[in-house]
C-alpha cells in the first residue's frame, strides 16, 4: 500500500515557474515507477511525466516537453515535477500517482495510487 501527498500547487503568471512534491508513505516506494497526470475541468485526465523506479528513465508527454522535469529522491520518499514556462493551458490539478507493475508509462490504468491532487493556476 501507498499514500501519496502532493504540494507545490499555486498561482502563478504565464511565464512562471512552480515545483511539485509528491510525498509517499511506505517501505517500497523506490519499487514503484512514478508520474504525473493533469485533469482541467471538463477534459479527462492526461499524462504529463513519467519516471522509472530508478530515475534512469523519463517520459513526457509532447505538451510539456523541454519545460517540465520530472524527478525522484527515493531516499526521501519523494517525486517531483518542476514546471517552467507555465501557459494558461497548463492550469489543472495534478496527481501524483504510483505504478508498480509493468504496462505502458503513459496510461492511467496501469497505476494503482492515486494522490488526491493539487491545484495549479496559470494567469495569462
Known amino acids: 500500500q501507498v499514500q501519496l501527498v502532493e504540494s507545490g500547487g499555486g498561482l502563478v503568471q504565464a511565464g512562471g515557474s512552480l515545483r511539485l512534491s509528491c510525498a509517499a508513505s511506505?517501505?517500497?516506494?523506490?519499487?514503484?515507477?512514478m508520474g504525473w497526470f493533469r485533469q482541467a475541468p471538463g477534459k479527462e485526465r492526461e499524462f504529463v511525466a513519467g519516471i522509472s523506479w530508478s530515475g534512469g528513465s523519463t517520459y513526457y508527454a509532447n505538451s510539456v516537453k523541454g519545460r517540465f522535469t520530472i524527478s525522484r529522491a527515493n531516499a526521501k520518499n519523494t517525486v517531483y515535477l518542476q514546471m517552467n514556462s507555465l501557459k494558461p493551458e497548463d492550469t489543472a490539478v495534478y496527481y501524483c500517482a504510483a505504478k508498480p507493475g509493468g504496462g505502458s508509462m503513459y496510461d492511467k490504468t496501469k497505476y494503482d495510487y492515486w494522490g488526491q491532487g493539487t491545484q495549479v493556476t496559470v494567469s495569462s
Open positions: 511506505g517501505r517500497t516506494f523506490s519499487s514503484y515507477a
